[in-house]
């Protein structure tokens, strides 16, 4: 929230995996619900926080009302965005908790 400027946090869910067939993806932001998607199955734990920083850059976007129907599309400004802040926010927290860069990825039972 420090490193994004937020005043508060959207509705989350972590799923197994998430369908989307516009576009495969590890995350999603529904502004319109106000809610962030993130899958689990097969990860890092890193890569989660990485999707969960880059879909909260989306909701700050909402928040400042800079979202369209092109905002997630490849190479839009806005996605470039997210992008570049989750980044730095994953460059902040792999310094102050190095640590769980050791930590082993998160397997989906083949059920």
């Known amino acids: 929230m420090h490193y994004l400027e937020l005043d508060s946090l959207p509705k989350m869910k972590f799923e197994k995996t ?26 890092h734990p890193n890569d989660i926080l990485r999707t969960v920083a ?26 470039n965005e997210a992008h570049a802040r989750a980044g730095i926010v994953m ?9 769980y860069l050791n930590s082993r990825p998160i397997i989906a039972e083949s059920k």
Do not use: M
């Not at 599309?73 to 996605?79: I, K, V």
């Not at 460059?91 to 640590?99: A, D, L, M, S, T």
């Open 18 to 43: 998430i369908n989307d067939s516009d576009q495969p993806t590890f995350g999603k932001f529904d502004n319109g619900a106000k809610t962030l998607y993130v899958a689990l199955a097969n990860r």
């Open 91 to 99: 460059r902040h927290f792999n310094k102050k908790y190095p640590e």
């Open 54 to 79: 880059h879909e909260l850059c989306h909701y700050k976007q909402g928040v400042d009302h800079r979202l369209d129907a092109s905002s997630g599309e490849t190479g839009s400004s806005e996605e």
